[in-house]
């Protein structure tokens, strides 16, 4: 297993995709907190200060947005080795291939953790300057920023391994990468909304995310982070384990 | 019973796509110490019997086997066996050095073998670069070198000398003899041009159809492709004298007739044509390549018999 969790992890490091994708997350990470900050907190339409414990963890959750780089990373290394036929040497060298996939995931989630660390570094470079400039303490502790980015930080993470279940399942790169966005950016903020949906509502990938750092998407009821944690593992897993059936068993291209 | 060390058997090998049978109980042995050719025209099911063998595909039945065990089970398949699909299982941006290496990792052999790799398929200056870049001749050999990272006892290669220059093929027949003659060492190429391969190989085995033609030495393929070529207007009395005598007269594209069977001799043919008064234009021998040969042989297998016949 160290021996696959390395050769994964030098396929990471030996190309540009991961660093591109990353400054593509600090981007996204960035706009969020700097649109929220500049906004100057208003929500549902009451003026709230920078300086509300509330108000700036909705700041550092934002952080979390970077999310859909990690997912996409997740997507490519995975189906990039259909794509380019690496696919063939790797089941190869070892034909056991769930161990090659539960290799990919951990490379996967240590790449999303980094992800995750980077943007929420960013998040508070940003933050100290901007509010220390207002005159307003940042509630690390007490008002739940730390454990805002910190939630940040698991969100990246996890969607970096989902993004591995996915291609698993999808082996088309393109497909795969459309169908995920498509639905995390469209479908499911439409699913919301219909009523019959609604109890299910908090178990898919994205309401699960939004449970663990609590920002966005208050309008229905949530899990408890560590739940939306599970959940959205779950959902990981379970893309995995179809594409392991459907896919990952049979013939390889 | 002898070891199954360096042994590749495939055992009534078939693989179904859908209605079309793209490999049909295929059999058949390659030894350690000899490097065998696995001819067919393209679409004969050569690089279908390889993966099956390899283990990317399920065959739909039989099996194959290296060193007596089906590849999933051999205990470390990567410093064992070498293999190469097609030159394109590539990542574009990675550079061939890094490519070497991930494998050199997943096979666990020490990183250095990277640079040996690529010293022994002479991509030592090119290493650092991006295989984007690479012609298909540096990508042959490198994937030659990512199949020989594990040191591997036995190599099977799809059309390895495909896309080399012709002095690439002198240095990958060298280096082939060298690991069957020197190392002992089991090497199965696939081609579908046997001039490729001819000097190459002491050892084929022949598919056309998804089913197996011939398996054997390649001198005796020569030998038995010793047949009479004969050019006559009337094609129809020179099959009719021949074949009391056990002969059979083909008519080629050309129109000249091609003469198979035991016996047959310029002598024989042209004697048997006088006695019964045919005229001929033209009487030659018919080893006129293996290559002639390999064709004959691989464009005469009957059809598979319908499902609905």
């Not at chain 2, 799809?158 to 002198?170: F, K, Q, R, S, T």
């Not at chain 2, 002639?292 to 297998?301: A, N």
Request: aromatic residues 6%; contains cysteine; glycine residues 12%.
């Amino acid at each position: 297993m160290t021996r696959l969790i390395r050769a994964e992890w030098r396929k990471v490091t030996s190309i540009k995709l991961g660093w591109g994708m990353l400054l593509g997350a600090m981007a996204l990470a960035a706009l969020g907190v700097v649109a929220q900050i500049a906004s100057n907190g208003v929500r549902g339409g009451v003026q709230l200060p920078l300086s509300n414990a509330t108000v700036q963890k909705s700041i550092a959750a934002s952080a979390s947005s970077a999310y859909l780089f990690s997912i996409v990373v997740g997507i490519i290394l995975i189906t990039t080795e259909f794509r380019h036929f690496t696919s063939r040497p790797t089941f190869l060298i070892e034909p056991r291939r769930g161990f090659v996939i539960v290799a990919k995931m951990l490379v996967a989630a240590v790449v999303g953790i980094i992800y995750g660390i980077v943007c929420a570094l960013l998040t508070a470079a940003i933050m100290i300057p901007w509010l220390g400039a207002k005159g307003d303490t940042i509630h690390w502790i007490d008002g739940g920023v730390l454990e805002s980015l910190l939630s940040a930080i698991v969100v990246i993470a996890i969607f970096a391994v989902v993004g591995i279940g996915l291609g698993v399942l999808i082996r088309n790169q393109i497909t795969a990468v459309i169908g995920a966005l498509a639905y995390l950016f469209v479908l499911e903020p439409l699913v919301q909304i219909i009523p019959v949906v609604k109890d299910v509502y908090p178990y898919l990938p994205g309401a699960a995310a939004s449970a663990i750092t609590g920002a966005g998407r208050t309008t229905s009821s949530l899990l408890v982070p560590w739940a939306g944690g599970v959940v959205l593992l779950g959902w990981g897993l379970l893309f995995a384990l179809s594409g392991w059936i459907f896919t990952i068993r049979r013939d390889i291209p | 019973m002898p070891s199954a060390e360096g042994r590749i058997v495939a055992a009534g090998l078939t693989k179904v796509f859908g209605e079309v049978k793209a490999v049909e109980d295929l059999s058949f042995t390659v030894e350690p110490g000899s490097v065998t050719g696995f001819l067919g025209p393209n679409g004969a099911g050569k690089t279908t019997t390889l993966r099956m063998i390899l283990g990317l595909a399920t065959p739909t039945s039989g099996t194959g086997t290296i060193n007596g065990v089906a590849y999933a089970h051999l205990p470390a398949p990567g410093r064992t066996v070498g293999a190469v699909l097609e030159a394109t299982s590539f990542y574009p941006g990675r550079s061939a050095r890094n490519h070497l290496r991930v494998f050199c990792a997943a096979a666990g052999v020490p990183d250095t073998r990277a640079d040996e790799v690529l010293e022994m398929v002479g991509l030592t200056q090119a290493g650092k670069y991006p295989v984007r870049g690479f012609s298909l001749g540096m990508r042959q050999r490198l994937g030659l070198a990512t199949a020989l990272i594990g040191n591997p006892r036995v190599l099977l290669l799809d059309e390895p000398a495909n896309g080399l220059d012709p002095e690439g093929i002198v240095w990958l027949r060298g280096l082939l003899r060298h690991f069957a003659d020197v190392d002992g060492r089991t090497v199965l190429i696939s081609s579908h041009v046997l001039s490729e391969v001819e000097q190459t190989v002491d050892r084929v085995v022949i598919i056309a159809k998804g089913r197996l033609i011939y398996a054997g030495r390649l001198d005796d393929i020569e030998g038995a492709s010793a047949g009479v070529v004969v050019r006559t207007p009337t094609p129809d009395a020179l099959g009719a004298a021949l074949t009391p005598i056990h002969m059979t007269a083909k008519v080629l594209p050309d129109g000249s007739v091609a003469v198979s069977g035991a016996g047959v001799t310029l002598e024989a043919v042209g004697h048997a044509a006088w006695e019964a008064h045919v005229e001929i234009h033209e009487l030659r021998s018919g080893s006129s390549g293996l290559e002639e040969t390999f064709l004959r042989l691989t464009s005469e297998t009957p059809d598979a018999p319908r499902p609905d016949a």
